[in-house]
């Protein structure tokens, strides 16, 4: 079966400090994967989708980025955390119109 | 473009009464659309999704939604809440755009199940 693996579950960062979350599936190979972020209020937003190794396509201009270096690993980062980075990030993945969703990461930027 | 507008940011039900949480959607080609719940500080868990066939779509927990185009609307509802069923409700829309595909989410709807 697939499943979806994403971590840390919180993350408390300063403001200016770097980012990596990390995002695995298992049981799939070459799945479309996904960074959302949802801030309070505001739904889920896309921050970027990939269809492969080395594909990522950016939703939003922001200050974070997206690298998928492995087939089934996506990686969501920033080089300088902003305090309107806050915000809970899922990551998923994509089946025939079905899209499995990690736990989350809260990341609360300080 | 394709977009979904959840109505109520926020809905009260008694235990027992029932849940009707509503979504529209505005699209250029038939949609597939999608419920989804979330229970605090926890990801997204599909409820149900429609894409072709019968209108009427039934899902996990009692749940079910009716697609109607000409309203252009998809409907959650539960005949009877239960307190489990306080979490949020998200709709949403698969949109194919250049080869991909990816989901566009409405803000959410808070539902709160009052005992």
């Known amino acids: 079966s697939q499943t979806i693996h994403q971590w840390p579950a919180t993350l408390v960062q300063p403001v200016g400090s770097p980012l990596s979350l990390e995002c695995t599936v298992e049981g799939t190979s070459n799945p479309n994967l996904y960074w959302y972020r949802q801030a309070a209020g505001r739904g889920l937003q896309l921050l970027f989708y990939s269809v492969g190794i080395g594909q990522i396509s950016s939703e939003v201009p922001q200050n974070l980025s997206a690298s998928r270096p492995q087939d089934r690993q996506f990686i969501l980062s920033s080089k300088k955390l902003l305090l309107s980075d806050s915000g809970f990030y899922l990551c998923?993945?994509?089946?025939?119109?079905?899209?499995?969703f990690g736990s989350g990461t809260r990341l609360t930027v300080v | 473009a394709q977009s979904v507008t959840q109505l109520g940011s926020h809905v009260s039900v008694s235990e027992g009464a029932l849940v009707l949480l509503r979504c529209n959607y505005s699209?250029?080609?038939?949609?597939?659309l999608f419920w989804y719940v979330q229970y605090p500080n926890q990801g997204l868990q599909l409820l149900l999704k429609?894409?072709?066939?019968?209108?009427l779509v039934k899902g996990i927990n009692g749940f079910e939604a009716e697609f109607k185009k000409s309203e252009t609307s998809f409907h959650l509802t539960k005949p009877s809440a239960h307190m489990s069923d306080a979490a949020e409700y998200f709709c949403?829309?698969?949109?194919?755009?250049?080869?991909?595909?990816?989901?566009?989410f409405g803000k959410g709807t808070k539902l709160t199940v009052n005992p």
């Open positions: 949403a829309v698969s949109l194919t755009q250049g080869g991909s595909e990816k989901l566009v």
């Open positions: 429609y894409t072709t066939g019968a209108t």
């Open positions: 699209s250029s080609v038939p949609p597939y």
């Open positions: 998923a993945w994509s089946w025939a119109y079905g899209y499995t």
